[in-house]
């Protein structure tokens, strides 16, 4: 016991030659190493990826192997890995972490925030390629370009008449339906589309201006 060796901190200092960083263990600082290398030792021998680092290697595994370790206790679905188990319990917990610093709203991702938050800037980066508009959202643009195809597929059963897309077809089965569900908050009007409701609703606002 006595020829054993008593852990030192100076003499066991690494330190990369490239960035300065210093390691406790020898093993780590070759592992930081493929950093500035760009070696990746580590590779899968099912699809051949590699990686710098065993542990993403054995991460990565789980997408050949079907291996799930990360259960949720709330609905059994598991996950992988356990940043994707954390996220998915905020559906059950409701937490919604990400805020709008412009109107407070919050949100469950930091995704959904960033979609958002294009309300504020008026940014509109989706664009058509056969026209100049413009668009917040992606669907609203794979919706637009259904336009140019001219393609009339949603065929409304009461009268055949056609549509391109479902949701025109929605608005025009309200003529069959007599459904009307947009009220008027002011005389109780009924109305099949927002647009005539906010149109009616100018001759209220013509009666009792502010």
Same mark, same amino acid.
């Given at each position: 016991m006595e020829n054993e060796e008593k852990f030192d901190?100076?003499?066991t200092c690494w330190t990369c030659t490239e960035c300065g960083r210093s390691f406790t263990c020898k093993r780590s600082l070759v592992v930081h190493m493929n950093i500035h290398t760009g070696e990746?030792?580590?590779? $899968?021998?099912? $699809?051949?990826?590699?990686?710098?680092?065993?542990?993403?290697?054995?991460q990565?595994?789980?997408?050949?192997?079907?291996?799930?370790?990360f259960?949720?206790?709330? $609905?059994?679905?598991?996950?992988?890995?356990?940043?994707?188990l954390k996220r998915h319990m905020m559906i059950h917990t409701g937490e919604k972490t990400h805020k709008c610093d412009q109107c407070c709203k919050t949100f469950l991702r930091a995704s959904g925030l960033k979609v958002h938050f294009r309300v504020h800037t008026k940014e509109k980066p989706y664009s058509c390629s056969l026209c100049v508009k413009r668009f917040t959202h992606k669907q609203n643009l794979m919706k637009?370009?259904?336009?140019h195809t001219g393609v009339r597929e949603f065929v409304c059963f009461e009268c055949e008449k056609t549509f391109i897309s479902a949701e025109h077809l929605k608005l025009h089965q309200r003529i069959h339906t007599g459904e009307k569900p947009y009220e008027c908050s002011h005389c109780y009007k009924r109305f099949s589309r927002s647009g005539h409701l906010k149109a009616h609703e100018r001759v209220h606002v013509g009666e009792n201006p502010c």
């Open positions: 901190p100076a003499r990746k030792p580590h590779t $899968c021998t099912e $699809c051949g990826k590699s990686f710098r680092q065993s542990s993403s290697l054995y990565h595994m789980r997408i050949h192997t079907g291996q799930k370790k259960i949720c206790d709330q $609905c059994g679905l598991s996950f992988r890995q356990s940043p994707h637009h370009q259904i336009v």
